[in-house]
Structures are given as C-alpha cells and as structure tokens.
Nanobody, 130 residues
C-alpha cells in the first residue's frame, strides 16, 4: 500500500485559487507502486463522491468534464507529490477533497476516503464563500 499525506485546502473567496497537495510514500519497494495512478475526489455534503481528476503513472493528467477549465493537476516526480490546482473557485466547490492511489483510478467510487482503491488520503476541507 501507499501512504498518502495531504496538505493545503482551507478557506477562499469566490474567484480565488487554492492548491492541494498529495504526497505519497511507501515502506514497500518502489517497483511495487511506482506505476500507481493518483486521483482526486470531492465529497460534497449530501452528494456522491465525485471524481475530480487524476494523473497516470506516465504523467498524463485527466480532469473531469465538470471541472475542465478551472481545475488542473500537476506532479513533482522528484518529491513524489501530486497537486490539484483549484482556480476560479465557486461556493459549490466547498467540500472535502481526497487523493487516492491505485494501479487504475476509477471515475466512480462508492465512498470518498475508504474502499474501492488501494490507498486514500485523509481528505482536506475546502470552503468557498462569497
């Protein structure tokens, strides 16, 4: 399994930006997890866990059609950190954001933060106000 540590989040005003970080480490040999994909999900109260985007092991980013144009992903391969850049934030972006890791990141999972995928971060809260 991969251990994921999340940083970032917090409060922002409408139109502002935030960057979330997801660092990943493991006590297992790197070869056993080096080809993991890293994904980001969002849990909004009362809604299902939504896939936001992911970066494949070859560095290719994918972003959900619902967030294209506002959210982007990047990766620091030296530090083993994946970033989720939240731009032009809206109040409906308020929620808890989770990163996850597995050989294949699903666009549909049952619960943010638990199950379905190999590893999950603890989640970080983003609150957007007007």
């Amino acid at each position: 399994a991969v251990h994921l540590v999340q940083f970032g989040g917090g409060s922002a005003k409408v139109g502002e930006s935030l960057t979330l970080s997801c660092g990943f480490t493991s006590d297992k040999p790197r070869t056993s997890w080096d080809n993991f994909d890293i994904g980001w999900y969002r849990q909004v109260q009362g809604d299902e866990c939504a896939w936001v985007g992911s970066i494949a092991d070859d560095g290719r980013p994918s972003v959900s059609e619902f967030f294209v144009g506002r959210f982007t992903l990047s990766q620091d391969t030296v530090k083993d950190v994946v970033y989720l850049h939240l731009n032009n934030l809206k109040p409906e972006d308020t929620g808890k954001y989770y990163c996850a890791a597995d050989f294949y990141i699903r666009t549909q999972v049952n619960t943010c933060g638990d199950g379905d995928l190999d590893s999950w971060g603890r989640g970080t809260q983003v609150t957007v106000s007007s």
